[in-house]
C-alpha cells in the first residue's frame, strides 16, 4: 500500500486529494493544524476510512514536519497548506510569507532529512504571472506577481526547484489556475456568488456584494485538478506543470451565468457594487496553456466552464433549502 501525506488536507484541494487518493488504494495522512475548534467539515466523510490518519503539526514548526516524516515514510508528500487568500495576504502579508514561503522550505527540509525518496508536490499558482507577460501563460512564462499571496507563492515555486536541483529530490510544482467547487471558502468570489445568487432567489438576501467585474480568470473544476496533482508524482521526471482550461471569463461572465442557472433574469438587479472588495493590485487577466500536461501527463480537464458554475450553484440552492 502506498503512503502519502498531505499538509492542507482540510482545505477544498486536500480533501478532494484525500478521497482521490484513498480511493486509488493510498493509505494517507494528513497534517492539521491544532485549534480549539477543529474544522473537518470539508473531510467529515472520510474521518472514519481506516486508511486516513490525521497527523497533528504546523508549517511554522519544523519538529512537527520531519517527525512524522521521518516516522511515516511517505511515497508521496503534497504540500496543498498556504494562506490562501489574496485579498488577506495584504491585511495579513507577514503572516502570508511565513505560511505559503517560508512553510514550503520547512516541508522541503523535512522531507530532504526525513525521507528523500519520497516524491514532493509543491501548490504552485497562478496568481504568480500577475501582470501577465505573455497571453496565454506557459511554464515558460515570466513571473510578475501583483499581492503578496503571489510574491511568497513565487518563492514557494523557486526553492522547490531549487531543492530539486540541489538535493536531486522529486521534487515538482503544479502552476494551478483557479480552481473551484462547492468546498470553495465563502470567502472566494465564485462561492461568494454561487451562494449569494441561491440566497437571493431564496428570498434571503437581497443583493450579491461585489468589486471588480472585470477581472478575468480560467477557472476550472478542483477535483478535475487534484487529479493531475498526483500524475506529475507519477511522471518518470520531476517537472512543472501548468494545470488550467485555457478557457478565460469575466467575474461578470460568472455572476450571468449563475443568475441564470438559478433562474434569475436580470443580474444587475441582483449585483451590487462594494469598492471593500476591490485588490490593491488587480490581476487582470489569467489564461493558461496546459498543453505539456495534455502531451506528457495526458490530463485534460473534464469539467468546463458552464458545467461548473451549475454544479456550485445547484449544490447552494440545495444547502441554502435545508436551512
Not at 512524522?68 to 488577506?88: C, G, H, M, R, W
Not at 480568470?217 to 511522471?235: N, S
Not at 462594494?274 to 490593491?280: E, H, I, Q, S, T
Amino acid at each position: 500500500m502506498k503512503k502519502a501525506f498531505i499538509t492542507g488536507i482540510t482545505g477544498q484541494d486536500g480533501s478532494y486529494l484525500a478521497e482521490f487518493l484513498l480511493e486509488k488504494g493510498y493509505k494517507v495522512y494528513g497534517l492539521t493544524r491544532r485549534t480549539s475548534t477543529q474544522n473537518y467539515a470539508r473531510i467529515a466523510h472520510l474521518i472514519h476510512n481506516e486508511n486516513l490518519e490525521l497527523v497533528s503539526g504546523d508549517l511554522i514548526d519544523q519538529n512537527s514536519l520531519t517527525y512524522p516524516l521521518q516516522k511515516i515514510q511517505p511515497d508521496e508528500v503534497y504540500n496543498l497548506a498556504a494562506q490562501s487568500f489574496v485579498q488577506t495576504s495584504w491585511e495579513q502579508p507577514v503572516l502570508t510569507g511565513e505560511f505559503t514561503a517560508i512553510g514550503v522550505v520547512r516541508v522541503l527540509e523535512a522531507v530532504r532529512l526525513a525521507c528523500p525518496q519520497a516524491k514532493f508536490y509543491q501548490a504552485s499558482s497562478s496568481e504568480m504571472f500577475g501582470k501577465v507577460q505573455s497571453v496565454p501563460q506557459t511554464e515558460n512564462t515570466a513571473f510578475y506577481p501583483r499581492s503578496p499571496y503571489g510574491v511568497a507563492k513565487v518563492y514557494g515555486h523557486w526553492i522547490t526547484v531549487n531543492y530539486r536541483e540541489s538535493y536531486d529530490l522529486f521534487a515538482c510544482s503544479g502552476i494551478l489556475f483557479n480552481h473551484e467547487s462547492p468546498r470553495r471558502g465563502l470567502e472566494f468570489v465564485t462561492r461568494k456568488i454561487a451562494n449569494g445568487v441561491a440566497r437571493v432567489k431564496l428570498g434571503k438576501q437581497e443583493y450579491v456584494e461585489l468589486g471588480n467585474l472585470d477581472a478575468k480568470r480560467d477557472w476550472g473544476y478542483a477535483k478535475d485538478y487534484v487529479e493531475a496533482m498526483w500524475l506529475m508524482l507519477q511522471h518518470d521526471i520531476a517537472e512543472d506543470f501548468v494545470i488550467s482550461t485555457g478557457e478565460t471569463h469575466s467575474v461578470q461572465d460568472f455572476l450571468i451565468a449563475a443568475c441564470a442557472e438559478a433562474g434569475l433574469p436580470d443580474w444587475q438587479a441582483v449585483y451590487k457594487y462594494n469598492p471593500a472588495y476591490d485588490r490593491p493590485a488587480e490581476v487582470d487577466l489569467l489564461i493558461g496553456d496546459s498543453t505539456k500536461a495534455k502531451e506528457k501527463l495526458g490530463w485534460e480537464p473534464k469539467v468546463r466552464f458552464e458545467e461548473l458554475v451549475s454544479i456550485m450553484v445547484q449544490a447552494e440552492l440545495e444547502k441554502e433549502s435545508e436551512q
